[in-house]
Nanobody
Framework: QVQLVESGGGLVQPGGSLRLSCAAS????????MGWYRQAPGKQREWVGS???????YLADSVKGRFTISRDNTKNTVYLQMNSLKPEDTAVYLC??????WGQGTQVTVSS
């Protein structure tokens, strides 16, 4: 089964940027759409955005205009570029397709 591993999180000041990576153990992104999600402490997991097989991007209203999603097929990796970060973006970020399990995620903390 293909596995996804998230990375790239960290501590950043408000207004800063981070790029998260979602690396797959196989070329699943060529045949499956994927989604980015996040879960803040004490809150339910929420959808952040999705990338279709044809590179169409869908983003939640809360991140539209600040986040972008892209894919590198040569590396079997999808990226979440996060700009103009806000404290409310603090969460564990996870990626998933319909056929993969939830991974550990990567922690993003936005704080001064």
């Amino acid at each position: 089964q293909v596995q996804l591993v998230e990375s790239g999180g960290g501590l950043v000041q408000p207004g800063g940027s981070l790029r998260l990576s979602c690396a797959a153990s196989g070329d699943i992104f060529k045949t499956s759409a994927m989604g980015w999600y996040r879960q803040a402490p004490g809150k339910q997991r929420e959808w952040v955005g999705s990338l279709s097989i044809g590179h169409t991007t869908y983003l939640a209203d809360s991140v539209k205009g600040r986040f972008t999603i892209s894919r590198d097929n040569t590396k079997n990796t999808v990226y979440l570029q996060m700009n103009s970060l806000k404290p409310e973006d603090t969460a564990v970020y996870l990626c998933k397709t319909s056929s993969t399990n939830w991974g550990q995620g990567t922690q993003v903390t936005v704080s001064s």
